[in-house]
């Protein structure tokens, strides 16, 4: 299963949606997701899942490649100063078991980033559909000639909008092929005219958006702290339970019921109790795959964009 996240009015909305909701589904869900983007950018997925030295780590590997052993690699290199694990020899493990992301490759251009990804697109489309249960893809807005494709070819798209009637408008007028297929987020604007449940009740009377399909999502201090700090897994495991007199129990509300929607065709079992993330990230959860499937995994060709 291939889902979208995607903004067309830019900014780091769908990349913080992506991050989150796929961490929050990996907890929720025995299933295995993986994370990717297509297209470069020194602060993304890798810092929001892998932490504040993702960005350390791409300029010294930029800068000490020549340096590096022949055959090393940009995920190679990650393994080795994270200590996380490779998995089918193109993603690194951020929960066991669970939630794996892959990187981009960090020494090309632009240009011949895009042309590679655009060539080799098909076989990672199937790669996922192989080895994992979903794969969660966070697009550029509206410069990148794979977005509309992606877009094309997802079975689902999370559509994250400013919380404003006139987004929501131009949105539709311009997007409405994709409406059938999206589940639209309104992230709450602190100067918006009308309030975010004046604003679903309005959209969901004039467009009947039913109501699992439009979400409203306020952002907390602490969450924006903990994004801009790298530590998405880590807010999620320590806020998946909160109470609801907390500030954070809203928003995870929404990201479950988001997860849920996206992923309600895995069978759903109760979260295990993760504790606050310490030394180690997570307790090991119990592999549901057989042993012989990372083996296969093994065989599967490097790729191109982790070179």
């Known amino acids: 299963m291939n889902i979208a996240f995607w903004s067309p009015f830019g900014g780091s909305g769908a990349s913080n949606l992506s991050a989150l909701a796929a961490a929050v589904s990996a907890v929720r869900f025995p299933c295995r997701i993986v994370v990717l ?36 690699t940009f995920l190679q290199f990650l393994s080795a100063e994270t200590g996380r694990r490779v998995r089918g020899r193109r993603c690194l493990e951020v929960i066991p078991d669970s939630l794996y992301f892959c990187p981009m490759n960090q020494s090309l251009s632009k240009d011949i980033y895009e042309y590679g990804f655009m060539e080799e ?65 309104l ?7 009308l309030s975010m449940p004046s604003l679903i009740r309005r959209i969901r009377r004039k467009y009947a958006v ?4 439009l979400y409203g999502w ?45 992923l309600r065709r895995e069978r759903e079992q109760p979260p295990l109790g993760y504790p606050e993330l310490n030394a180690a990230l997570l307790a090991r959860k119990q592999s549901s795959s057989p042993e012989t499937s990372s083996e296969l995994r093994k065989t599967a060709e490097e790729l191109w964009v982790a070179d």
């Open 37 to 72: 983007e297509n297209y470069l950018s020194a602060r993304n997925l890798g810092h929001l899942l892998l932490g504040e030295r993702y960005g350390e780590l791409r300029q010294n590997f930029r800068q000490f490649e020549a340096g590096i052993k022949r055959g090393d």
């Open 187 to 193: 992230q709450e604007q602190p100067t918006a005219a």
């Open 218 to 262: 306020h952002m907390t201090g602490e969450l924006v702290c903990a994004l801009e700090e790298g530590k998405t897994v880590e807010y999620v495991c320590a806020n998946y339970r909160t109470e609801k007199t907390s500030p954070e129990y809203e928003g995870l509300r929404c990201l479950r019921n988001l997860a849920f929607q996206l």
């Open 121 to 185: 697109l098909p076989e990672t489309l199937e790669y996922c559909g192989e080895f994992y249960d979903a794969a969660f893809w966070n697009l550029e807005s509206n410069r990148n000639v794979t977005t509309p494709w992606l877009l094309e070819q997802a079975d689902q798209a999370v559509v994250c909008l400013p919380g404003t009637w006139e987004a929501f408008q131009k949105f539709f007028d311009d997007y409405k092929s994709l409406m059938p297929k999206s589940l639209l987020v």
């Open 210 to 213: 039913p109501k699992g399909r």
